[in-house]
């Protein structure tokens, strides 16, 4: 009986802790997305567009990559500065 609970209690930690990476990467996410549309907000108001279609088709698997890493670690911060 006393191995049920404890089998429980690992199982609903290891959830937990999944849904706590989780909102580490929704919250960096959201911060990164309002982030970027500021940034393409001044962008498009102090310089042009010249960037080439083929370069960023390329570099999309990439960015996304390194987008999710990102988000999750500044969710994390953003998390751990709050609470």
Known sequence: MYEFF???????GFYYNL???????????IALY????IFRLL?????KFDKQVITK???LLLQ????????TIVGWIIISILF
Not at 43 to 47: G, L, Q
Request: aromatic letters at 24%; glycine letters at 2%.
């Open 6 to 12: 404890l089998s429980l209690k690992n199982e609903i």
């Open 64 to 71: 996304f990559l390194v987008f999710i890493i990102v988000a």
């Open 43 to 47: 962008t498009f108001f102090f310089s």
């Open 57 to 59: 088709n390329l570099i």
């Open 34 to 37: 309002i982030l970027r549309n």
């Open 19 to 29: 849904l706590k990476l989780f909102f580490y990467f929704l919250t960096g996410a």
